[in-house]
């Protein structure tokens, strides 16, 4: 019993409101008392118990009373305001101190953070430098595997499919003319989206410059026809033309690029055919229209190209690598007058005599006639 008279006390005195609420109702007690004594002449004797009290001694105890009532209305006047003037300097301090709290708190976090995405990042790198030692049980050079890093691993696009066509016909004695068209689609493996320029690049023989010619230049749905070279360099005989188209990719999305165009080469001469992108496969199809020419090609690349040509006599060549090429790798194809063709040569001045001689014969036969 005594225990929670205890924690009632305690739960009363703990909150400033009752107390200050108890202060006021006793000082309006005191002051009550004051005016009620005050109210009746002093002359007056009041008997409690035996005890005769005068009218001056409660006269003076209401005047102690009137003086504590005041005192009681005061303190509670200034403990409203002065706990108010507390409380809202307390809540000002505490909201202070909560944000200075919480600012550190957070300064703390993004450290704790950095630190943690750097020993991540460390983490991370010392395992993709492990990873093919770990894996294929290999130590490989930190050389080689920044290269493969940066043109495999951080790689933006693939090529999903890769043709070139060229076609070859002779000019004269000295060079012939080759048209090229190349034709490919490309897929965006990163996880934004990407601009992908398609730039064509030749040396021009300023004295053969008219059978120089960009036909199409083509990247999704951006096309462009027979567009206007940028000479980008140049000295006494040769130029450097170039032209170029670009088009925004979307995260794995896949367009498609085609570029055509006509140029000069020598008489006997070879081809280059690199990627700058991984691609999955190449094509090459050579078409020698007049059969003039002889033809043979070399993968640039560990596996061997794929002779896709019906015969050795064929006007369309075709050659394949079927698998993956990386940055680099391709194919190259060269080719040399033929001999066949020079053979060939009076076999048709026969033929075109004989058929000349024939026709020749059947009108000197129609005039005969007609005579």
Known sequence: MAENSGGMIAKFLGSPIRVNFAILLIGLILLIFYCAVHSFPPSY????????????????????AKELGFAALVAVTLNFSIEGFNRGRHNKEKV???????????RQ????????????LVHIKGLNEKIFQVVYERNIPEEIFREVESQLLRGKFIRC????????????DSFVKLHVRHVYSIKNISPNRELHELVVGFDVIKDMASFYKVIKLKVAAAETSCPVPVISDKNEDHEWWQVSLTADVDPESTIQCEFEYERVSTLKGKE????????????????????AFSMRAMALHPRAELNQCSSTGSVCYQWQIDGALFPGQGILFDWVPSERAGKREP????????TSAGDAAKLASTESDGE
């Open 45 to 64: 004797v009041i008997n409690f118990h035996g005890l005769s009290l005068g009218g001056q001694f409660l006269h003076a105890m209401s005047i102690l």
């Open 96 to 106: 202070e101190l909560l944000d200075a709290f919480h600012e550190a708190q957070d």
């Open 109 to 120: 976090r993004r450290l704790l953070i950095e630190e943690s995405d750097a020993r991540h």
């Open 161 to 172: 499919e890769s043709s070139y066509q060229y076609t070859i016909e002779k000019l004269n």
């Open 272 to 291: 280059v055919i690199c990627t700058l992108l991984p691609s999955k496969q190449l094509k090459l199809q050579v078409i020698d229209p007049q059969g």
């Open 347 to 354: 076999e048709r001045a026969v033929a075109a005599l004989l």
